[in-house]
Every structure is written in structure tokens, then in C-alpha cells.
Nanobody
Framework: QVQLVESGGGLVQPGGSLRLSCVASGSIFRLNVMGWYRQAPGAERELVARLISGGSPDYVDSVKGRFTISRDDAKNTVYLQMNSLKPEDTAVYYC??????????WGQGTQVTVSS
């Protein structure tokens, strides 16, 4: 089984930046997908950004040019650098990963609040 632990959420003013981190641990074979989803109150969970091994990053249109996803395979860690944050980015952000043997895993979520 794969465990994911997120960190880096918090309260930030509009226009500010945050960097989320997600560390994977446990019985990892190979993580072919790592990414971030978010869920705002009353809304469905949506994909924010993901990295598929050997491919280019995918981003939801609303964050293109502002968010950057990256990963450090040596540390089994994925990052989400969020710049120019807007109030509509407020949500719980969830880390997601897929191991080619163990399957999908989710983190517990980290709150991001953008407010003045």
C-alpha cells in the first residue's frame, strides 16, 4: 500500500504564493502518475495538475501560467508551486498517485485559503 502525506497549505493573500509538497511512502513499486486535485465547498473534486511518467504536465485551464507541478523521483515527492493565487483557488488540495502495482492512493488533503 502507498501512503501520501501533503504539507504546505495555509492562508495567503490574493496574489501570494504557496508551495505544496506530497511525499509518498510504503510499498512503492513505481509511481507512474502523481498529481494534485482540489475540492472547494459545495463543488466536485477537480484535477489541478498531474505528471504522467514520460509525458508533459497537464493543468486545468484556470491555473495555467500560475501553477507549476514538479516531482523528485529520488524522494518520491511531488510539488505544486502556486503563484498569483486568487480567492477562487481556495479549496482542500489532495495529492494523488498511481502505483503500477499497488494502484491509486490519495492524501488526506491540505487546506489552501486565499483571502485578504
Amino acid at each position: 500500500q502507498v501512503q501520501l502525506v501533503e504539507s504546505g497549505g495555509g492562508l495567503v493573500q490574493p496574489g501570494g504564493s504557496l508551495r505544496l509538497s506530497c511525499v509518498a511512502s510504503g510499498s512503492i513499486f513505481r509511481l507512474n502518475v502523481m498529481g494534485w486535485y482540489r475540492q472547494a465547498p459545495g463543488a466536485e473534486r477537480e484535477l489541478v495538475a498531474r505528471l504522467i511518467s514520460g509525458g508533459s504536465p497537464d493543468y486545468v485551464d484556470s491555473v495555467k501560467g500560475r501553477f507549476t507541478i514538479s516531482r523528485d523521483d529520488a524522494k518520491n515527492t511531488v510539488y505544486l508551486q502556486m503563484n498569483s493565487l486568487k480567492p477562487e483557488d481556495t479549496a482542500v488540495y489532495y495529492c494523488h498517485a498511481n502505483d503500477i502495482v499497488r494502484g491509486a492512493a490519495w492524501g488526506q488533503g491540505t487546506q489552501v485559503t486565499v483571502s485578504s
